[in-house]
């Protein structure tokens, strides 16, 4: 650890009311219990937990599988009397939106010292990418395609969530997704299950660390369980229907490797799978989750979930509900008071074990001393940490390197006689138009937790800032929403005395992320206008985009000169573009979600597969459309530098491999471009014929090199068998023999291409 922590002192040290029960239990758990162990082990803490089962009431047992708001973010640091009686009663064993070392200790105080069991709370919330500091959107985060930077920041947000008294995440969030009309996309990885698997086992490590006893260290929650980014028509909530195998091919991998990377909780998402409610759904919580994966952490429901089975049609009451989710395997409700109102009497009508309820109880006291809550209650709440780590250097300055690489260019073309980007930090004048232009609470994008937008460095003081002698000018022309062109004419005016027009567009915070499904995915708002009349003063124009999600942006793309795709940012967003705008940074940022060129192609995305009757131009009866390209606008894995790179001819280690060997796969690269430049190159395969159809390529490896100028590196990809086993067409899991193609290139679009074949022996 970089950042020195200060230690707890005395005065934050637990001073529990002697009772004779507590005084027996104590000597069984306050002790030096092995914690290196990740949750999913044998637990270590067996004994201890079942001590402590066997003086609960079964209303403490019902509390412990509890979960309320604290309503932080309506009141402020403010303990409601409600939550307080839960607490003292035993009644809620766990809240969530609670924060600020102080407010938390209070909270941990009425638990452990005026409950009748004392047992510590787990405090959790969603801290999705950053708690004070604010890194960029997940899925802009994902276009570094750089597993330490992200695990790195995930590192961070948990050092400052855990000074802040938390103890509990609600991330990584790993769905999949292929519809940018969903708004929870921005939350996401992108649509490939290998880059989004690594991904999530990254982020587990990195909130978790080695150690879940170091109070630097938070329980890391995967969600949503799952297929929740399937929703039909892209809207929040919607049905899901998929396959088994598009399920377990697709959509599950991501869970399973954040759980393989020890992550302790689940989350049930809100939508159906195949007709039963994820809340409910025993083969999804039971059969694959506990028997398949044997994962031995906790699940807990999304908010109010178990209540939402009745609208879904799935329970006819609130008790019934309760009953369907805690026998399929939920073990927690979180905010809908269903357990706490209704399974004390499932329990006495024989409707649900209590043997079921001990084994839940079970599981999140397990987690709690995992966390060393027993030891020491109070580890997360002390005010000075909070002080010392919140907004440090460090952090900050990895925000900031985070978010510059995760800039994707989508377009540098010439103008006047040379590209436009980067700019020169000579220029005079630069105007900065647009709604983001002079922004900073939309830089924080959704989900931006406890983040504080007057920390927020926005664009025009980025500029600024790289360029001390220009005078920059900044109009906003109009905002997100409305008909206002009042604007419009001071824009005109600031960019005709300007050299170069910088403009700022996209999506506020809001138009992205939970319930922010949106049927059109142009610039809201007149900014398409305010765009096109930019455009019209003849003006060189970068435009940099701003958004939770790929927008369409088709005019832009083939009329404007340079194009930056920068997402929301986060807290040091406006240094971050400054540094690529100017180039202190050579963006190498790929994208990790295909752009449509317009609504009607979505769903789209790379790993599709073929059809008997694949497009062809000379033929009207194949697979297109009357009034656009199949092709996207940018596809997966697309990005563009500020330098040029070279691929050779594959080179293959065989032709031919059997199902003991592997390949090796070698490709040189070379910077033919004068700047020094940072290359993220792809390697995908084709199976050519399957006992089942096959998507016509899959990403199966990356390698980030960075080369000098007229630098050459040669590269090498290992594939395995397991990077050619599929689904078949019996459910089983492996390989066929067969032929394939491999791929390597700047993007799933630009590849070179080579064949080999797998036999049987």
């Known amino acids: 650890m970089i950042i020195n922590i200060v230690e707890l002192t005395n005065h934050h040290q637990p001073m529990f009311n002697v009772r ?69 009663e035993g009644k809620a064993g766990n ?104 991904i999530a086992a990254a982020k587990v490590r990195g909130y978790q660390g080695d150690d879940l006893s170091d109070h630097s260290t938070m329980l890391a929650c995967v969600k949503h369980f799952a297929a929740y980014g399937a929703a039909q028509a892209g809207r929040d909530y919607h049905t899901v229907d998929l396959s088994e195998r598009t399920l377990r091919e697709f959509y599950l991998p991501l869970f399973k490797a954040a759980i393989d990377a020890g992550s302790g909780s689940v989350m049930a998402s809100f939508n159906e799978l195949n007709g039963i409610p994820a809340t409910g759904n025993h083969f999804l919580l039971t059969e694959i989750l506990r028997n398949e994966w044997r994962f031995q952490g906790f699940v807990v429901s999304d908010y109010t979930g178990i209540n939402e089975m009745i609208p879904h049609g799935f329970a006819f009451d609130l008790k019934n509900a309760g009953e369907l989710a805690v026998n399929a395997g939920i073990d927690m409700d979180m905010q809908g008071s269903v357990f706490l109102n209704h399974l004390s009497e499932s329990v006495k009508e024989g409707k649900v074990s209590e043997t079921t309820i001990d084994a839940s109880v079970r599981r999140i006291l397990t987690a709690k001393f995992q966390l060393g809550l027993f030891d020491d209650p109070y580890r997360y709440t002390d005010t000075l940490r909070e002080k010392e780590v919140i907004y440090s250097e460090e952090i900050l300055s990895h925000a900031r390197e985070t978010a510059r690489q995760s800039i994707v260019l989508l377009k540098n073309e010439e103008f006047e006689g040379r590209k436009i980007l980067p700019l020169s930090k000579s220029i005079k004048r630069i105007a900065i138009i647009g ?49 206002d062109r009042s604007g419009f004419s001071e824009a005109v005016k600031i960019a005709k005395q300007s050299e170069v027009v910088i403009l700022a567009v996209g999506e506020n915070y809001q138009q992205s992320g939970e319930a922010a499904s949106r049927s059109e995915l142009d610039l809201p708002g007149l900014q398409q206008q305010l765009v096109e009349e930019i455009a019209n003063t003849g ?117 031919t491999i059997t199902l003991n060997d592997s390949l090796d796969v070698s490709v040189n690269i070379t910077n033919s471009g004068d700047v020094t430049g940072s290359e993220i190159a792809q390697l995908y395969i084709r199976d050519l014929v399957g006992s089942v159809t096959r998507p016509v390529k899959e990403l199966k490896g990356f390698r980030k090199i960075t080369l000098q100028p007229r630098e050459s590196r040669n590269i090498h990809f290992t594939i395995t068998i397991d990077d050619l086993s599929f689904y078949r067409h019996d459910m089983s899991y492996g390989a066929e023999p067969g032929k394939f193609k491999v791929f390597v290139g700047t993007s799933s679009a630009e590849t070179k291409e080579a064949e080999f074949e797998l036999r049987s022996h």
């Open 20 to 88: 004779l029960h507590v005084i027996i239990y104590s000597i069984l758990f306050f002790g030096c219990a092995d914690r290196s162990r990740p949750i999913a082990d044998a637990n270590p803490y067996q004994d201890k937990v079942d001590s402590i089962l066997n003086l609960m009431t079964l209303e403490e047992k019902i509390g412990q599988l509890t979960l309320f708001t604290s309503h932080w973010s309506v009141t402020g640091p403010t303990l409601g009397e409600e939550n307080r009686k839960y607490i003292v």
């Open 435 to 483: 709604p983001l232009g002079d922004n900073k609470e939309d830089q924080l994008g959704t989900w931006h937790a406890a983040g504080d937008a007057s920390k927020v460095v926005s664009l025009l003081e980025g500029v600024r800032e790289a360029t001390p002698d220009a005078e920059v000018n900044v109009v906003h022309g109009c905002g997100f929403t409305g008909d």
């Open 539 to 655: 003006k060189p124009v970068v435009v940099i985009v701003m958004a939770g999600r790929p927008l369409t942006i088709a005019w832009i793309a083939e009329n404007m000169p340079a194009v930056l795709n920068a997402w929301h940012l986060g807290t040091m967003a406006g240094h971050a573009i400054a540094d690529v705008l100017f180039g202190d940074h050579n963006p190498s940022g790929k994208l990790t979600i295909t752009f449509p060129r317009n609504v009607g192609q979505i769903p789209i995305f790379y790993n599709m597969k073929n059809t008997g009757r694949p497009f062809d131009a000379g033929n009207k009866y194949t697979s297109k459309y009357l009034d656009v390209l199949n092709e996207p606008l940018y596809p997966f894995g697309y990005g563009l530098s500020y330098t040029q790179f070279s691929y050779s001819e594959i080179e293959l280690s065989k032709s």
């Open 95 to 198: 809240i969530f939106n609670a924060h600020t070392a102080g407010y938390n200790r209070e909270l941990q105080r009425l638990a452990v010292e005026e409950s009748r069991m004392k047992i510590p709370l787990l405090l959790g919330s969603d801290v999705i990418h950053g708690h004070k500091t604010i890194f960029p959107i997940p899925l802009a985060e994902a276009c570094t395609w750089d597993l330490d930077i992200i695990q790195k920041a995930a590192r961070y947000s948990a050092m400052e969530a855990t000074a802040s008294g938390l103890n509990w995440n609600f991330n990584p969030m790993v769905d999949i997704a292929r519809d940018p009309r969903w708004g929870r996309i921005s939350e996401g990885s992108g649509e490939d299950t290998y880059l989004g698997s690594l």
